[in-house]
């Protein structure tokens, strides 16, 4: 898809790669922000039992050269090639596990090296949304030499970050083939490895998911932490990191393997900076969005009152401030891992995109609404906004009083955020005999609700926890596509949510922050700080509807009542008082 309209023809371009849970995304971009073309192409994940997932960092590998290559083959844009001077790369908190032997890869289904077979897909990494480290991650949580590590995420560790994975994999591979493994990537890591060569990790990964900390010079891990709790040598440590750099930071330029996979020249110098978690690259590229109110484009921002929330098959809460604060169930501070010097708080549901397509997938109108949506040219999401449209006009009553007696509990994968728990389940609190459309749409209305009153409880924690309030909510990722989603926050939060490049086909505040690591690493005078602000997208805003604040604090007492009634349920099948 190339965008016409491109100015002049000598002007460089950036690449921006995003790689997500079901799909590799590639994006051209402007050093002023335009997105000219996008291409993406799918990948596969799986699941051999419940709470593994796994995927394969070859057919990723494969799947990002195909897009870029898609990307610089469009027609009326294969000539403007040899104007990319950057490329960025974004992914998912995923671990992939990599051999010393070129030949050889890693397979988790049998925890062994086996020898490389063309178009074999082996599984090499563990997914982000991965919870095999459930008890890894509760022995951490439990542990006194934790302690320091702990303050910097919420004082809990997840099992979806690394180190639990970490302490599993060790746990679970015998010592010849821990001896065989010579690297433990982030997947962003794994990819500017395979672009570059370069070893070298971004500080955003290791910081985040990896438990380096913050110390009066640099960064560092806290030994006790590493040696009594990881129980790792100098030696162990030295796969996962021998040095790091800030995102978006010169890492090395694009290898002549990598070019000729992507379709590049091969004289074509094209610079690659360091990588980036991928809700990270969504803060990156949305937080500065514009707002043309009033004829004032230009107005001034505070980031730190800017909540970002990247919406996709999870959601995560972000916030950049210049001084860190600690709330409890909230990871973080993270220091320097969207902006240097910048203390970031990353709150998050582990199921929202995932959440809602189970709703509708597995209610019995979900096949004639599918069929339906499909011969309007909607999707179902819309399909049944509409629907709740026309039922709110036949019942003289407001849209979101639709669900006044139907109550959903999210946390379907467990909870990552306040209250740090991945034991908990969703609940639902209202049910009838019906089957209907209507009855599938009300659902989906409670469950949108749902993850908008999860959103205000994960924001109170912050609040309490000493960051700053809130006057704005930056909106991006796939449940964006849906104004119902975004209305509803607007609504429960009490704050406009504003959406960048909400009238954009494939446009992508995530494509954008990867886009803008390349512009920077393109350009070794500009500081990130520059690039985020050339490169700001304009936005939409949606105000909030003040007239449905007294429903919305009602339900969401009942939520929190059902959080409280869970813990209490639990507590008795426990005999426990």
């Not at 094209?270 to 514009?290: E, F, Q, W, Y």
């Not at 209305?445 to 924001?459: D, H």
């Amino acid at each position: 898809m190339y965008l016409a309209g491109m100015g002049p023809c000598d002007d460089p371009l950036t690449v921006g790669i995003d790689v997500g849970s079901h799909s590799v995304r590639a994006g051209v971009f402007t050093f002023s922000g335009k997105m000219l073309n996008y291409a993406a192409h799918e990948i596969n994940s799986y699941s051999p039992k419940l709470g593994y997932y796994q995927q394969s960092s070859k057919e990723i590998w494969n799947a990002v050269c195909v897009a870029v290559k898609n990307l610089l083959d469009a027609p009326g844009f294969s000539s403007n090639r040899a104007r990319v001077r950057g490329i960025g790369f974004d992914a998912t908190c995923s671990m992939a596990i990599i051999p010393h032997e070129k030949a050889e890869v890693f397979d988790l289904n049998t925890l062994s090296t086996v020898s490389e077979v063309e178009n074999d897909f082996v599984q090499d990494i563990i997914m982000w949304m991965d919870h095999r480290a459930t008890e890894e991650a509760d022995a951490i949580n439990k542990h006194s030499s934790s302690e320091k590590t702990l303050t910097y995420v919420g004082k809990h560790i997840s099992p979806e970050m690394q180190t639990p994975k970490l302490i599993w994999l060790t746990k679970h591979v015998n010592q010849a083939q821990w001896q065989r493994i010579e690297h433990l990537f982030d997947l962003p890591d794994y990819l500017t490895w395979k672009a570059t060569g370069k070893e070298a990790r971004n500080l955003c990964s290791l910081v985040c998911k990896w438990g380096l900390l913050p110390n009066a010079e640099s960064f560092a891990w806290d030994s006790a932490f590493v040696e009594d709790v990881l129980q790792l040598k100098p030696e162990d440590m030295q796969k996962i990191c021998d040095t790091f750099q800030d995102p978006g930071k010169f890492l090395g330029e694009l290898s002549v393997n990598a070019k000729a996979q992507m379709g590049f020249p091969e004289d074509s110098c094209i610079r690659v900076g360091s990588g980036i978690i991928d809700a990270h690259a969504g803060c990156l590229g949305s937080i500065s969005a514009r707002l043309n109110i009033e004829g004032r484009p230009d107005m001034p921002i505070s980031i730190s009152r800017r909540l970002v929330m990247v919406c996709g098959t999870s959601s995560c809460h972000l916030t950049v401030s210049p001084e860190p604060s600690f709330p409890t169930g909230v990871w973080g501070p993270y220091k320097s891992v969207v902006l240097p010097g910048f203390w970031t708080l990353e709150g998050g549901q582990s199921a929202s995109g995932v959440l809602l397509m189970h709703v509708l997938s597995t209610h019995p109108a979900f096949s004639d609404v599918q069929l339906k949506a499909q011969e309007l040219g909607l999707s179902p999401q819309k399909y049944l906004e509409d629907v709740l449209d026309c039922e709110a006009k036949s019942r003289s009553v407001p849209g979101h009083e639709l669900t006044t007696h139907l109550h959903v509990y999210p946390d379907f994968h467990g909870n990552r955020a306040p209250h740090a728990d991945p034991s908990m389940k969703g609940m639902i609190c209202g049910l009838t005999l019906s089957s209907s459309e209507v009855d599938l749409a009300r659902l989906y209305l409670a469950a949108v609700q749902a993850l908008a009153y999860s959103t205000k409880s994960i924001v109170e924690a912050m609040i309490l926890g000493g960051h700053d309030s809130f006057d704005t909510v930056v909106m991006c990722g796939g449940l964006t596509q849906g104004s119902l989603f975004i209305q509803t926050h607007a609504d429960v939060l009490g704050v406009p949510v504003i959406v960048p490049g909400w009238c954009e086909v494939n446009f992508s505040p995530v494509l954008l922050g990867a886009a803008m690591l390349g512009a920077r690493a393109s350009d070794p005078v500009k500081e990130l700080q520059t690039v985020m602000r050339d490169m700001a997208p304009e936005a939409k805003v949606f105000h909030p509807n003040f007239d449905s604040q007294t429903f919305h604090e009602r339900k969401y007492s009942v939520f929190s009542e059902m959080y409280k009634n869970q813990i209490l349920y639990r507590n008795i099948m426990k005999n426990e008082e």
